[in-house]
């Protein structure tokens, strides 16, 4: 089974840190070949470090690994979002933790810096109100040519919402219930969802598991639910064509 993973960090964690070399250890033991990658070392302001963080691991992985630049409302108002700029790391999607600081206009000023590099959008969805998926109805509706992807999918209901009124929308099933995934394939949006895991925060929240034999287990499932085309699409296509479509936008 192929796989490539949308939704992958490097780096500082809270207390933890999770080294380049330990992130691709995991995703060969569990044979994900190309992946979305971004730097949780940005959360504590550690530029020095996300740098480090993501050109160690597009190092390692050459044109496998995807840099995603995660943007803090800090990095605006502070004006050191120029160092990630002019860093010599070739951006694929700026993402965002649409809480804490962010306001609407906060947000639409990250949208104009992947406006800028022409390169999707990725916005954190649930675990509080501010960024539930159908929050953000707005913004996708107002920048119909700008790609967005909800990562995690959060709620179910909006993002089905979302997505089926805006078709520059994309989804990835980072922490998504199974049955969540379900009901998006029967929602007949099978083509623009994609395989993301939210690793190493696995590890956190499973602590005591083998996280690489719950990776597996979960694209196990889904292949057992879903018949190859769908499965394939999920789990590795649709991370190509959405690449494909954001050189082209
Ligand atoms: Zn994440």
Redesign the pocket.
């Known amino acids: 089974m192929k796989v490539n993973d949308f ?3 490097v780096g500082q964690f809270n207390d933890l840190y999770f080294s380049p070399e330990f992130i691709r250890d995991f995703l060969n033991s569990v044979d994900v070949d190309s992946f979305a990658v ?1 730097s ?1 070392s940005i959360c504590g302001h550690d530029i020095e470090q996300t740098l480090y963080d993501i050109k160690r691991i597009v190092s390692l992985f050459d044109k496998k690994a995807f840099p995603i630049l995660w943007i803090t409302p800090e990095m605006l108002s502070h004006n050191f979002l120029h160092v990630f700029l002019e860093s010599d790391i070739e951006w694929k999607c700026v ?1 965002i ?1 649409g809480f804490h600081n962010w306001t609407t206009d906060s947000i639409e000023s990250a949208v104009f810096v992947a406006q800028a590099l022409n390169i999707p959008f990725m916005m ?1 969805t649930g675990g509080q109100q501010c960024c539930e998926a159908g929050q953000y109805y707005s913004l996708c509706k107002k920048y119909p040519h700008q790609l967005f992807v909800l ?2 999918s959060r709620p179910c209901d909006e993002t089905i919402f979302v997505m089926e009124n805006c078709k520059n929308v994309w989804a990835d099933t ?2 998504t219930p199974i049955e969540d995934i379900v009901r998006m394939v029967d929602a007949g949006l099978e083509d623009r969802i994609m395989w ?1 895991s ?1 690793y190493p ?1 696995l590890e956190l929240y499973y602590k005591t598991q083998d996280v690489s034999k719950l990776y597996l287990e979960k694209i196990k499932t889904l292949s057992q639910i879903f018949n190859k085309s769908v499965i394939d699409k999920i789990l590795y296509s649709n991370f190509l064509s959405f690449f494909e479509i954001s050189k082209h936008n």
């Open positions: 939704h992958v960090h971004s949780s993402k933790r954190h990562a995690h980072a922490f993301g939210d925060i």
